[in-house]
């Protein structure tokens, strides 16, 4: 069942947030405590390089994935303190089509586009 209010689908898309940065950090540790159980020579090791790409791969999408949780979280602030939906570049309401999108917005698409901050595929 679809979310029925924007502080439903905040709480919906903070859980989401919150499972995949506890995936990430049981990912990093578990191949942290692999890694120090054996002898390690990436540059020898035909693993070795794959092993340190998917690290590094693991630790940038943990650090989208706190980076996104802060933006759901300060949306839910805005929610509580009833500025939630207004853009902060022109102060307009943003159109609800772009809060079900991406419910941690902060500015119109214009606004958005004009500040550099839009997301690229």
């Given at each position: 069942?679809?979310?029925?209010?924007?502080?439903?689908?905040l709480a919906e898309r903070v859980a989401q947030a919150?499972?995949?940065?506890?995936?990430?950090?049981?990912?990093?540790?578990?191949?942290?405590?692999?890694?120090?159980?054996?002898?390690?020579?990436?540059?020898?090791?035909?693993?070795?390089?794959?092993?340190?790409?998917?690290?590094?791969?693991?630790?940038?999408?943990?650090?989208r994935a706190e980076q996104t949780l802060a933006e759901?979280?300060?949306?839910?602030?805005?929610?509580?303190?009833?500025?939630?939906?207004?853009?902060?570049?022109?102060?307009?309401?943003?159109?609800?089509?772009?809060?079900?999108?991406?419910?941690?917005?902060?500015?119109?698409?214009?606004?958005?586009?004009?500040?550099?901050t839009a997301r690229r595929p």
């Amino acid at each position: 069942m679809p979310p029925t209010t924007y502080a439903d689908l905040l709480a919906e898309r903070v859980a989401q947030a919150e499972a995949q940065r506890g995936e990430l950090v049981a990912a990093i540790e578990q191949m942290r405590l692999a890694r120090s159980l054996t002898f390690a020579d990436d540059e020898h090791d035909p693993e070795g390089s794959t092993v340190s790409l998917d690290q590094a791969r693991d630790v940038a999408l943990l650090v989208r994935a706190e980076q996104t949780l802060a933006e759901l979280r300060a949306a839910q602030q805005r929610l509580a303190a009833g500025t939630y939906g207004d853009c902060e570049g022109c102060g307009r309401a943003i159109p609800p089509e772009r809060l079900r999108a991406r419910p941690e917005a902060r500015l119109c698409v214009p606004c958005s586009a004009a500040s550099g901050t839009a997301r690229r595929p």
